[in-house]
């Protein structure tokens, strides 16, 4: 399908985004009796296919005594199922000429896989195999404990800053247990997890009803839509779980906490805040747009002034989700910034600063080119992702599965277009110290202060 | 746990080969070569610039190539801080009205420009970038800011395991060659001044041997056009310098870097492979594909998937121009670190001694024509993909060719090129960790120099 272009030639002044700059990817969508809800978007442009599957359990599932189990539980997914021995997984994938991976997220677990188109019936084979069975061993179980506790080391216990902010923080800024929770896991937990939790925690979560596939690239739709009939169709239906709400009210007054790292060589700060509920995009995205005018490129407001001209920090980010990713989680998710800061500037002068530029766009507000410039840079970035078709696929999955609607995917554009500069203002009002958790990392063991 | 009844798996659909993207080209009067594709998708333009960058040999005197690593370094993170008629915050603004992003950087061989737009703001992007080539200004307040700051984020990348062993293990296989040392210490920063940069930039940054790569939803005569309509008055006199040749690769003990209370230990082990060009080329790549080049390779089988010592051993190949390299990387638990070390010599071993199966070839070489057809499936992807491959000499037609060689290589093939390439005594080896409790143990296996 062609795609409408932005005409528009360059100006001198910000660009202000026709319509056109939207994507019109095409959304089919149908569901099989076992409650599978399935996405197609069939696109010919390239002869490869993206094929996603989305649980709708992650981390905030884990119980007391698990933390970890839901990635843990991911690494499973690719021990054996149905019809597939250790390995195998991965070796008809590659040695198809596909890639694919894994991943859990707050409250999500996906697998996905992108190949040549002519291996499209084979991916969903075998995501409906360990859909329909998970086979492991004690010793595969064994075995994957093992390397999680690696993945851990290396990402986190080995690594400077590792787990800054997205472990760190969630203890200080959420008190239910669900959202608090290590959720790379403990390892005393890990390795007192068995046979019979993979089995339970399967069965009540990886049930088709409560599953999303979607199937992006260069296909037929009739085709796929038999494949998967005939591939996942006579998977049993089983109770999907009742999404609990874990809901919790925004912090009463500031909390702070410091963490220290020896292997850090210098100190870094992280800011949270609670933020209304992502479902109601009108109210979340001004927050997801504030995140940018503050922290995305030298023109932004805290990089401009603080890394640009005067120096007082090196490194800032900022950005909705603990893992980074603004539409992908719900309620309760936290607005997060980042700064690195050389020694020579304290912690207060650092917190001082980030007040007074929320204080300004509070009291002062933006001009329109500001925000349209913001705009119009993540609406770029936004297209270059969904240009590729895992990044379509893994976008359209989460949309489904969080919001029953795909064609976000399309639309997503001009739902950022329509953010207007007062509804940025009023989300740098709600930023205020009284209601943020701060969590200070400092470089060394803490044993010498 | 539950007893299901095994399903046959399905065969693979005729393949639906793809299209070999069609490449407009054009050679500017003042030298720049542009290459540009027409990918429909998005409304958005990839813009990719390669320009010859390589430093001298040495230390001390005239070509002082640490000296010329700091300058470069820093030329790449202050290029874009300001040109005669934009300051660095007012360049930022107007890059982001674009819907665009431009980055520069430098590293031993070249400097390299990377940037994505709205098509709608192609035009716009390409005049800044001619800024920047033919008016960057490196004020001082921006080049002395980038220092200090580059000095931080330096001891914040140096406290990484990977990067302690990276820098260790080029340093011992390259010496005083630029690809000894790929990032400047604070010393060498801290004698940089504006002045120099830019008449590193006047010497250097020319459009003669320059690489100008543009995939985006626009015709290939209108993206040509509108790139000459902006930098033809890039006319620059300098020269490009090439890479210099590489030393032999070293001979010595395994070096063990210490790392206290380390819970991991970073293993490494780095030899040459061949180049892009090379006849080994494609027979070597499945070799490294079949010992530890993807998931589903018998190293990842052995270390990870059979005794869990680790959670992502890779086996990767570089391409930098003055010699390929392979370096094999794991990090794994400090108490299995001599094991780890045993299977890995293990499997190098039996790869580049007994033949590999035609099974586990098959399976490599597909992945491997597969991969590459999936890196040219997006406008970024494709963007990269070209830029790589001219900067190396070839064009598109490598995209239809490379398959090919694949499909050619035999069992026979790929054993000679792992005994050529793989053999364990031929590469490097560098282990970062806790040497109080990983030294006694790994000296049972290998002569160690701890320091």
């Known amino acids: 399908m062609k795609q409408p272009r932005a005409r528009r030639a360059a100006t001198k002044g910000p660009v202000r985004l026709a319509k056109a700059a939207s994507p019109s990817y095409v959304v089919e969508r149908f569901s099989l009796d076992n409650g599978l809800r399935v996405v197609l978007s069939p696109d010919t442009s390239s002869p490869v296919v993206a094929v996603a599957v989305y649980y709708d359990v992650g981390m905030r599932s884990e119980p007391q005594g698990r933390t970890g189990f839901a990635h843990l539980f991911e690494h499973m997914m690719f021990q054996g199922s149905a019809s597939l021995g250790k390995t195998e997984h991965f070796s008809h994938v590659q040695g198809n000429g596909g890639t694919l991976n894994g991943s859990t997220h707050v409250d999500y677990t996906n697998y996905y896989e992108v190949m040549p188109s002519a291996a499209t019936e084979l991916a969903l084979f075998l ?149 209304p509920d992502p479902a109601d995009l009108a109210t979340y995205l001004p927050y997801v747009v504030l995140a940018e005018v503050l922290t995305d490129g030298d023109a932004s407001r805290l990089q401009e002034r603080m890394i640009l001209n005067d120096r007082s920090a090196t490194h800032i980010s900022g950005y909705l989700g603990l893992l980074g990713d603004p539409l992908d989680a719900r309620d309760p998710t936290p607005f997060l910034l980042e700064v690195h800061h050389p020694e020579e500037t304290s912690l207060d002068a650092v917190v001082a600063t980030v007040d007074q530029e929320l204080a300004r766009l509070a009291s002062d507000g933006l001009e329109l080119p500001e925000l349209d410039r913001t705009v119009a840079r993540m609406t770029a970035r936004y297209l270059r992702e969904v240009d590729g078709v895992l990044g379509r696929a893994t976008t359209m999955s989460v949309f489904e599965q969080q919001r029953g609607r795909a064609e976000l995917v399309n639309e997503l554009p001009d739902l950022l277009r329509q953010v207007v500069p007062a509804q940025v203002q009023e989300a740098a009002a709600t930023l205020t110290p009284d209601t943020r958790a701060l969590l200070e990392l400092r470089p060394g063991t803490g044993e010498d202060a | 746990m539950t007893t299901v009844q095994k399903r046959p798996v399905p065969p693979l659909a005729k393949p639906r080969p793809a299209k070999l993207p069609v490449v407009a080209e054009r050679v500017l009067d003042n030298g720049l070569r542009v290459l540009a594709v027409r990918r429909r998708g998005v409304p958005l333009a990839e813009l990719r610039l390669r320009v010859p960058f390589a430093g001298p040999t040495g230390r001390g005197g005239r070509s002082d190539g640490h000296a010329f690593r700091a300058q470069a370094q820093l030329l790449g993170d202050t290029l874009l801080s300001g040109t005669a008629t934009r300051t660095a915050a007012q360049l930022a603004a107007d890059v982001q009205a674009l819907g665009g992003q431009l980055s520069a950087s430098t590293d031993a061989d070249r400097l390299g420009f990377g940037a994505s737009v709205l098509v709608s703001g192609l035009p716009g992007l390409l005049d800044v970038l001619r800024e920047v080539l033919t008016s960057a200004t490196y004020p001082k307040h921006e080049v002395v800011g980038e220092r200090d700051r580059l000095v931080q984020e330096l001891a914040i990348y140096r406290s990484q395991a990977a990067v302690v062993a990276r820098e ?157 390299r392979v370096t094999v990387s794991a990090d794994v638990s400090t108490p299995t670190t001599a094991a780890a070390l045993l299977e890995t010599v293990y499997e190098l071993g039996r790869v580049a001694t007994t033949p590999v199966g035609q099974d586990e070839l098959d399976q490599a070489r597909r992945y491997a024509i597969g991969v590459l057809a999936l890196s040219t499936a997006s406008q970024a992807g494709l963007a990269s993909t070209l830029s790589q491959l001219a900067g190396a000499g070839l064009g598109v037609e490598w995209l239809r060719d490379h398959p090919a060689q694949l499909a050619a290589v035999t069992v026979d093939d790929a054993r000679a090129a792992a005994a050529r390439y793989l053999a364990p005594n031929r590469l490097t080896t560098v282990l970062v960790g806790d040497v109080a409790q990983v030294e006694a143990p790994l000296r049972t296996l290998v002569d160690l120099e701890v320091g």
């Open chain 1, 127 to 275: 995501e409906a195999d360990r859909m329909r069975s998970v086979a492991v061993t004690q010793e595969n179980l064994d075995n994957q404990i093992a390397v999680v506790q690696n993945e851990i080391r290396v990402n986190v216990l080995n690594r400077p800053y590792g787990g800054f902010p997205w472990l760190m923080v969630p203890p200080l800024l959420f008190d239910d247990f669900a959202n608090s929770h290590n959720g790379y896991g403990d390892f005393v937990d890990l390795e007192s997890s068995t046979l019979e939790d993979a089995q339970a925690f399967f069965d009540r979560y990886y049930a088709p009803g409560n599953a999303v596939l979607t199937v992006a690239g260069d296909i037929d739709s009739a085709q796929v839509r038999g494949w998967v009939e005939q591939h996942f169709g006579d998977i049993p239906a089983r109770p999907v779980p009742e999404r609990p709400s874990f809901a919790e009210p925004p912090l009463a007054q500031e909390k702070r906490a410091v963490e220290h790292d020896r292997l850090a060589p210098a100190p870094a700060v992280a800011m949270a805040w609670r933020v």
């Open chain 2, 168 to 324: 260790a293990l080029l340093s011992r296989m390259y010496g005083e060659h630029p690809y000894g040392r790929e990032l400047p210490t604070a010393e060498e920063l801290s004698e940089v001044k504006a002045s120099q940069l830019r008449s590193l930039h006047g010497k250097r940054i020319a459009p003669e041997g320059s690489i100008l790569t543009l995939v985006g939803d626009l015709p290939p005569s209108r993206a040509l056009d509108l790139v000459e309509t902006a930098l033809s008055g890039w006319t620059a006199a300098g020269k490009a310098v090439q890479t210099p040749p590489l030393p032999a690769p070293p001979d010595g003990p395994a070096l063990l870097r210490d790392r206290p209370g380390a819970v991991q230990t970073t293993l490494r082990m780095s030899g040459p492979a061949p180049s892009r060009t090379d006849p080994d080329y494609a027979a070597f790549g499945l070799a490294n594909l079949v010992f530890g080049g993807y998931f589903s390779s018998r190293w990842v089988a052995n270390i990870r998937e059979d005794k869990g010592y680790t959670y992502s051993p890779h086996s990767q190949v570089e391409h930098p121009p003055a010699g390929s």
